[in-house]
Structures are given as structure tokens and as C-alpha cells.
């Protein structure tokens, strides 16, 4: 099965709130990233958190990560109509060499 | 800069027949992946490459293969299409292979097998 698995699988919010999608892991980690995926384009790649890091900002985004309970939180602040996208985390375990991704959540922001 | 190409964006097939997607990396990545992208598996791993050696592979039947140039470009063949193999595919380039690059995705290649 697929190593991440992000709750909840569908969020929808009003202009200018927040949004916070978590993401739920199995094996220990070198890192974990996350993907911005607009309807039926590729995936954008938003942020990547070492696992001896806990808490990495850029613009909007607050990324955290808490490896004791394999789990991250991507924060979306002050949200725009242009945030809705589907949202992917990966990890990168620590043994073996690909990337695996969530089944994701879908934001929808409301004007 | 230019970013990751794929060609071509769609694509109808018959079911039995083969198809050819081709990825472009971005220039001066040396690592391309390959995903399949369905509503019901999500984003599931094909393989990796970097410099022209498949460093890895998904849990795939052998009827998907694909190979890298030597300028970083790469093909994916699926022989004997079925109708599962209708999807999103996306390929994804990186620096490097490892932990600490991210990746750069192309915009995919949407295969509908009929």
C-alpha cells in the first residue's frame, strides 16, 4: 500500500481562512515533500521538510513534521480561489529509492 | 529556464496496440521518473532513471519499459494496452536521484486505451 495517506481527503473553506491537511506515514524517513496538482496537470512541487527538521516556512505555507508520530501538517494561510488544487505529500523512505505519494486532498477555496 | 516536457499531451489508443510517451527533463537534471496517475491508485511509480540506468522500478508488469538518452531524455513503451492502462502520466526530473532534491513535474501525458 501507499506509504503517505493525507486527511482529509476533501476540505473545502472560504476566502481568507486557513486550511491544514495532514499526512500519516509507515517507515522512517529521509524527507518528506509536498505537491500542489491543479485539476488534470502536473504536480508542483511546494516544499521539502528534512526528518531532522520540524517545522520549515515559505510564504503561505507552515510545514510540520513530527516523526515520532510519522505524520506532517501543511498550513495554508489567509487561503485564495487560486489554492484549489489537490495536495500530495511524499516521503522518501529511508531504505529503498523511490518516492511515495498520498492519495491527497482536494481544497476547494470559495471566492 | 525551460520547464519538464511531455509529449504528446493526449493520446487515444486501441486496446493491443503499444505506445511511446516521451519526456524532456529539465536541463541539467540528470534524474527522470516516471508516475501513473488513476482516480482509483493515486500516484503510483513506473521507474527512475539517471544516466541512461534504470536505477529503479515500480511494481509494474514487464509490459511497461522505458529507457534514457544520453542527453537525459527519456521514453516510456507500454506494449499490449489494456484498458486499465487508461491514465495520467507524469514524468518528473531531478537533479540528481536521493533524499534531498525535489522534482519537477511535467504536465503528463493522458493515454485513453479504447
Known amino acids: 500500500s501507499q506509504q503517505g495517506e493525507e486527511d482529509p481527503q476533501a476540505l473545502s473553506i472560504q476566502e481568507g481562512e486557513n486550511a491544514t491537511m495532514n499526512c500519516s506515514y509507515k517507515t522512517s524517513i529521509n524527507n518528506l515533500q509536498w505537491y500542489r496538482q491543479n485539476s488534470g496537470r502536473g504536480l508542483v512541487h511546494l516544499i521539502l521538510i528534512r526528518s531532522n527538521e520540524r517545522e520549515k516556512h515559505s510564504g503561505r505555507l507552515r510545514v510540520t513534521l513530527d516523526t515520532s508520530k510519522k505524520s506532517s501538517s501543511l498550513l495554508i494561510t489567509a487561503s485564495r480561489a487560486a489554492d484549489t488544487a489537490s495536495y500530495f505529500c511524499a516521503t522518501d523512505p529511508s531504505t529503498g529509492n523511490q518516492f511515495y505519494f498520498g492519495t491527497g486532498t482536494s481544497l476547494t477555496v470559495i471566492p | 529556464k525551460a520547464g519538464v516536457t511531455q509529449t504528446p499531451r493526449y493520446l487515444i489508443k486501441t486496446r493491443g ?30 521507474f527512475e532513471y539517471f544516466s541512461e540506468t534504470q536505477r529503479n522500478k515500480g511494481n509494474f508488469p514487464g509490459r511497461f519499459s522505458g529507457r534514457q538518452f544520453s542527453n537525459s531524455r527519456s521514453e516510456m513503451n507500454v506494449s499490449t494496452l489494456e484498458l486499465g492502462d487508461s491514465a495520467l502520466y507524469l514524468c518528473a526530473s531531478s537533479l540528481r536521484p536521493g533524499p534531498n532534491y525535489g522534482y519537477t513535474f511535467g504536465s503528463g501525458t493522458r493515454l485513453t486505451v479504447v
Do not use: E, K
Not at chain 2, 505506445?19 to 513506473?46: E, K
Open chain 2, 17 to 46: 496496440q503499444q505506445v511511446t510517451l516521451s519526456c524532456s527533463p529539465i536541463s541539467g537534471h540528470r534524474s527522470v521518473s516516471w508516475y501513473q496517475q488513476t482516480p482509483g491508485q493515486g500516484l503510483q511509480f513506473l
